[in-house]
């Protein structure tokens, strides 16, 4: 059973760009494709005005392919470029500091140098 359902909006990582459509990362196992009949209502000149290789947007799923592990994928009726709400969180120092890792990394080099040796 897969994570992934239709009509579900998702992130996903543009990894590709040709004249056909935009080609996206979903995880480690599935990808997707975006055809330029879905990218927008208006013609499309120029993939490019939308996104690029790299972009992390957010697509609406149109079919699942389990076997294949791909995904039809629309950005043409969701508002894909929108920004996550994060919610900064306060960094709370230790009093401990840096002293934890002083303390372990000797311990740490050792075990590794034994393993090296334990290897050869």
Partial sequence: MTK???????????????????FVSLDEYYSGLIHISEISHSYVKNITDYVNIGDIIYVEILDVDDEL???KLSIKNIDY?????????KIVETSLGFKTLAYKLPIWIDDN????????
């Fill in 4 to 22: 992934y359902k239709k009509g579900k909006v998702v992130k996903a990582t543009v990894t590709g760009i040709e004249s056909y459509g935009v």
């Fill in 81 to 89: 470029k929108k920004k996550a709400n994060f919610k900064k969180k």
């Fill in 113 to 120: 140098l034994e393993k090296m040796k334990k290897v050869k």
């Fill in 69 to 71: 592990s791909q995904l």
